[in-house]
């Protein structure tokens, strides 16, 4: 069974710092490019940042890039997301999710709350 | 950055009756090596989201056939055959062909009348 398990979501104060982890489980984690999706309370999904199967090429939505970092080990089949400089709009439901259109198949993990608030 | 736009955002269903959904992106969303990078996800309220159809019109296992997609360049639909009980909350429509940015419709919410 293919899982994903997101861990280290908490409450902040604005300009702190909180790094997510993404445990994947039942599938070849090293052949899929990685990411994180966001969704604010009440809101649409938006796309935070790509990492490849190796790790040798990445991406960001601009309103991170700067304070955001993805990264990965695929011997532990695990994808961070380390976000520095948070502010109130970074509040969300975080997930990390497989790669987009592979047709092997395409999985979302339960997702850990952020939120950044004084 | 290509937006993604839905219509409509509200989408009231009797059980039974079909149900469609548009998705027009800003640009055409054919890739340079001919594949058509367009999405759809169906999330469930308090659920995360789950892919329902990739590159256009690609049912994902498990996923009921009264679910279909089509299209091309910019205008793209999903459809519902026949709505059940299980298919309230909100579809997305998402590209990854001219990324980044990934983009995402803004959701239509699918509810039973």
């Known amino acids: 069974e293919v899982q994903l398990v997101e861990s280290g979501g908490a409450l902040v104060q604005p300009g702190g710092s909180l790094r997510l982890s993404c445990v994947a489980s039942g599938f070849t984690f090293s052949t899929y490019w990685m990411s994180w999706v966001r969704q604010a309370p009440g809101k649409g999904l938006e796309w935070v940042a790509n990492?490849?199967?190796?790790?040798?090429?990445?991406f960001y939505v601009d309103s991170v890039k700067g304070r955001f970092t993805i990264s990965r080990d695929n011997a532990k089949n695990l994808v961070d997301l380390q976000m520095n400089g948070l502010r109130a709009e970074d509040t969300a439901v975080y997930y990390c999710?497989?790669?987009?259109?592979?047709?092997?198949?395409?999985?979302w993990g339960q997702g850990t709350l952020v939120t950044v608030s004084s | 950055d290509v937006v993604m736009t839905q219509s409509p955002l509200s989408l009231p269903v009797t059980l039974g009756q079909p149900a469609s959904i548009s998705c027009r992106p800003s640009q055409s969303l054919v890739h340079s090596d001919g594949n058509t990078y367009l999405n759809w996800f169906h999330q469930r309220p308090g659920q995360s989201p789950r892919r329902l159809i990739y590159k256009v019109s690609n049912r994902d296992s498990g996923v009921p056939d009264r679910f279909s997609g089509s299209g091309s360049g910019t205008d793209f639909t999903l459809k519902i055959s026949r709505v059940e009980a299980e298919d309230v909350g909100v579809y997305y429509c998402?590209?990854?062909?001219?990324?980044?940015?990934?983009?995402f419709g803004q959701g239509t919410r699918l509810e039973i009348k």
């Open positions: 999710a497989t790669t987009w259109s592979d047709p092997r198949g395409h999985y």
């Open positions: 998402m590209q990854n062909t001219h990324w980044p940015p990934i983009t």
């Open positions: 990492i490849k199967e190796d790790g040798n090429a990445i």
